[in-house]
C-alpha cells in the first residue's frame, strides 16, 4: 500500500515537474519573440487629439505618433497627410484596400456612414512632412537614414526629441550617430533645465550648422530692460564660446569651398583658353568664333547622348566615352575647314581677321538654332559623374567638377607631350619661334598652321564637352568665355602653355574669391582693370615668348 501511494507521489511530482519546465519554456519563448515581434500601439488618446480642433494638440499628438517609429505610425501619417484618414465617434479609421482598419482594436471593418475625414492645415501638414523625415531614421538603407539625418539640421523641433533620441540608441553607423547627437542637442538648446542646454552647448562647439547661428546669437542678446533671453551668465558665456567655434568653422569650410570652386572654374577656362592660346600664338589670329567651337564640342556631346538613348540605352552612362574623341574630331574638322577656306587669307590682317572670325561666329551660332532650336538643351551627368563626396561636415564637391579637374589636367599634359615629344610639336615650335626660317629649312608652314588651328579648335571642343557636364547647352554658349579665353591668354603670355595654367588658374581663384565680397558683375570689372594694368606693366604676359619672330 505504502509502495503504491509513494509510486504515486512520485509520477505527480514528475507530472508537476514537466507542467514547470513546459512554463518556463514558454515563459522564455515569448520573452525572446515578443519583443522582435511586438510594437507599441497608437494611444487612444492621441488619435483622438488627432481628429479633434486643438491645433497645437494635434501637433503633439502627431509627434507622438511618429515617437513610436514603427510601420503602423507611418501609415497613420502618411494617411493623415494624404487626407485619408476617417473619423467618427471618437474612432480612428485607416484604409486598407477596399476595407478599413479600425485603429481603437486593429480589426477590418467597412467605413460607417457618416464619417468624416480629419482635415488638416498648412501647419498641420508642415509638422506631418517633419514627422515622417524623422520616421526615416529607422530605413534599413544607411543611404536614407543620413539624408533624412542631415536634412532634419534645418527643421528639428523640440516635440521631435523623444524620436530623435530613439533613433539615436538604434544608430549603429558612426557618421549618422554624430548627426544625431548634433539634432539632440540643437533640440535641447531650448530645454527647461538650465544644465541640458549648458551639456547641448558644449556638444555644439564642434558643429558647423549654420543653423545654429541666430538661436544662439538669441541666447546671448540683451533686451531693452537689460536682461537677457538666457538668465544663466555661465551658459551665455558657453554660447559666445560656441558661437565663435561655428563661426570659425564655417569660414574655413567657406574658403576651402571657394579653393575647390576656383580650381573649378580655372579648369574650364583652361579648356576654352588652351585652343586659343595654341593658335593665337602660332599664328596671331584673332579668332572670334573660337568661342563656336566651344559650342559645337558641347553640342556633340549631346547628340553622342542622344544616340545612346536611342541605341544603346543600357549603356548610356558610358556616352562619354564616344562623345569625348567625337567632340575633338568635329570641333578640329571644323576649324581645318575654316582655316583653310578663310583665314589663311588673313594671316598678317589682324582687323580683317577679327571681323571675319566675328561674322563666322554669328553664322555657326545661327545654323545651331537652325539645326537644333533655339532653346537650350539638357545634357545628363552619367551616373558615375552624379552626386558628391561631402568634406568638412557640411561642404559637398561634386564629382563632375572634380572629375573635370581632372580632365583638364590630363588634356594639359597631352598637349604638353603633343608640341614637345613629336615631330609634329617640333615643327609647331619651329614656326612659332621663326616662321621664315622653319620654312626655309623645309618645314610645310602652311600644313603646319592647318594642323595647329586644328589642334587648337579640337580642344575647344574638349571644352564644349566639360562645360556640358555643367549647365544646358545652347546656342549662346561659347559667347560666355571668349572674352575671358583671351583674358587667360594675354595674361599668361601668348604661346605659353605653362602661362596659360597659371593665368587659368589664378584668375578662377581671384574671381571666386572676389564674388563674395563686391558680387560677380564687380569680380569681373576689378579682375579685367588688373589685367590692363598689369599689361600696361609687362606686355608679353607671364612668360615672354623665348625665340625670335620675324613676321
Known amino acids: 500500500m505504502s509502495a503504491t501511494l509513494g509510486g504515486t507521489s512520485r509520477s505527480?511530482?514528475?507530472?508537476?515537474?514537466?507542467?514547470?519546465?513546459?512554463?518556463?519554456?514558454?515563459?522564455?519563448?515569448?520573452?525572446?519573440?515578443?519583443?522582435?515581434?511586438?510594437?507599441?500601439?497608437?494611444?487612444?488618446?492621441?488619435?483622438?487629439a488627432l481628429a479633434g480642433d486643438d491645433p497645437d494638440a494635434r501637433i503633439v499628438a502627431v509627434n507622438a505618433i511618429a515617437a513610436l517609429a514603427n510601420d503602423e505610425a507611418g501609415k497613420v501619417l502618411s494617411a493623415l497627410k494624404n487626407e485619408e484618414l476617417y473619423f467618427k465617434d471618437d474612432q480612428v479609421f485607416l484604409p486598407d484596400g477596399e476595407q478599413f482598419i479600425s485603429l481603437a482594436d486593429g480589426k477590418?471593418?467597412?467605413?460607417?456612414?457618416?464619417?468624416?475625414?480629419?482635415?488638416?492645415?498648412?501647419?498641420?501638414?508642415?509638422?506631418?512632412?517633419?514627422?515622417?523625415?524623422?520616421?526615416?531614421?529607422?530605413?534599413?538603407?544607411?543611404?536614407?537614414?543620413?539624408?533624412?539625418?542631415?536634412?532634419?539640421?534645418?527643421?528639428?523641433?523640440?516635440?521631435?526629441?523623444?524620436?530623435?533620441?530613439?533613433?539615436?540608441?538604434?544608430?549603429?553607423?558612426?557618421?549618422?550617430?554624430?548627426?544625431?547627437?548634433?539634432?539632440?542637442?540643437?533640440?535641447?538648446?531650448?530645454?527647461?533645465?538650465?544644465?541640458?542646454?549648458?551639456?547641448?552647448?558644449?556638444?555644439l562647439v564642434n558643429s558647423a550648422n549654420a543653423n545654429l547661428r541666430p538661436a544662439l546669437q538669441e541666447m546671448i542678446a540683451q533686451r531693452a530692460d537689460g536682461s537677457y533671453a538666457e538668465p544663466d551668465e555661465s551658459i551665455r558665456v558657453a554660447a559666445v564660446t560656441t558661437l565663435n567655434a561655428i563661426d570659425s568653422r564655417i569660414a574655413r569650410t567657406e574658403f576651402v569651398g571657394n579653393l575647390f570652386y576656383g580650381i573649378s572654374l580655372g579648369s574650364v577656362l583652361l579648356l576654352a583658353a588652351l585652343g586659343l592660346a595654341i593658335t593665337f600664338g602660332l599664328m596671331g589670329i584673332i579668332n572670334m568664333a573660337h568661342g563656336?567651337?566651344?559650342?559645337?564640342?558641347?553640342?556633340?556631346?549631346?547628340?553622342?547622348?542622344?544616340?545612346?538613348r536611342h541605341f544603346f540605352p543600357e549603356a548610356i552612362d558610358a556616352y562619354l566615352l564616344l562623345a569625348v574623341p567625337a567632340a575633338f574630331l568635329v570641333s578640329g574638322m571644323v576649324g581645318i575647314v575654316l582655316e583653310r577656306t578663310v583665314i589663311r587669307w588673313l594671316y598678317g590682317r589682324p582687323l580683317e581677321t577679327l571681323l571675319c572670325t566675328w561674322g563666322i561666329s554669328l553664322m555657326l551660332m545661327q545654323g545651331v538654332r537652325s539645326l537644333f532650336g533655339a532653346q537650350n538643351v539638357e545634357v545628363a551627368n552619367p551616373a558615375w559623374m552624379s552626386g558628391g563626396v561631402t568634406v568638412m561636415g557640411?561642404?559637398?564637391?561634386?564629382?563632375?567638377?572634380?572629375?573635370?579637374?581632372?580632365?583638364?589636367?590630363?588634356?594639359?599634359?597631352?598637349?604638353?607631350?603633343?608640341?614637345?615629344?613629336?615631330?609634329?610639336?617640333?615643327?609647331v615650335r619651329a614656326v612659332t619661334q621663326n616662321r621664315r626660317m622653319a620654312d626655309c629649312v623645309g618645314v610645310a608652314t602652311g600644313k603646319i598652321d592647318m594642323l595647329t588651328f586644328g589642334l587648337g579648335s579640337g580642344i575647344a571642343g574638349l571644352g564644349g564637352v566639360a562645360?556640358?557636364?555643367?549647365?544646358?547647352?545652347?546656342?549662346?554658349?561659347?559667347q560666355s568665355y571668349i572674352v575671358d579665353s583671351f583674358m587667360v591668354v594675354v595674361l599668361g603670355g601668348v604661346g605659353q602653355l605653362a602661362g596659360t595654367v597659371i593665368a587659368a588658374f589664378g584668375l578662377g581663384e581671384v574671381n571666386k574669391f572676389l564674388e563674395?565680397?563686391?558680387?560677380?558683375?564687380?569680380?569681373?570689372?576689378?579682375?579685367?582693370?588688373f589685367i590692363i594694368i598689369f599689361i600696361q606693366r609687362r606686355p608679353q604676359g607671364l612668360f615672354a615668348l623665348k625665340g625670335r619672330s620675324v613676321d
Open 108 to 203: 477590418k471593418v467597412v467605413l460607417p456612414d457618416g464619417a468624416d475625414v480629419i482635415a488638416i492645415n498648412n501647419r498641420l501638414r508642415a509638422a506631418v512632412d517633419s514627422a515622417l523625415s524623422g520616421l526615416k531614421l529607422f530605413a534599413p538603407e544607411r543611404a536614407v537614414r543620413l539624408a533624412a539625418a542631415q536634412a532634419l539640421q534645418k527643421e528639428a523641433t523640440p516635440e521631435q526629441l523623444p524620436l530623435l533620441n530613439k533613433a539615436y540608441v538604434k544608430e549603429k553607423d558612426p557618421e549618422i550617430g554624430a548627426l544625431l547627437q548634433m539634432l539632440i542637442a540643437t533640440v535641447n538648446l531650448h530645454a527647461e533645465d538650465p544644465a541640458i542646454r549648458k551639456a547641448a552647448l558644449k556638444t
Open 516 to 529: 563674395p565680397v563686391a558680387g560677380a558683375v564687380m569680380a569681373k570689372i576689378v579682375i579685367l582693370v
Open 292 to 308: 563656336e567651337l566651344l559650342m559645337i564640342g558641347a553640342y556633340t556631346t549631346y547628340v553622342c547622348q542622344s544616340l545612346f
Open 467 to 478: 562645360l556640358s557636364q555643367l549647365g544646358n547647352v545652347g546656342p549662346d554658349l561659347g
Open 12 to 48: 505527480r511530482l514528475r507530472s508537476r515537474l514537466r507542467g514547470g519546465l513546459c512554463s518556463l519554456l514558454f515563459s522564455i519563448a515569448t520573452a525572446i519573440l515578443l519583443p522582435a515581434t511586438a510594437h507599441a500601439a497608437i494611444d487612444a488618446s492621441q488619435l483622438k
Open 394 to 427: 557640411s561642404l559637398v564637391l561634386s564629382y563632375n567638377r572634380i572629375i573635370i579637374i581632372f580632365f583638364s589636367l590630363a588634356v594639359v599634359l597631352a598637349v604638353w607631350l603633343i608640341l614637345n615629344k613629336t615631330r609634329m610639336g617640333l615643327f
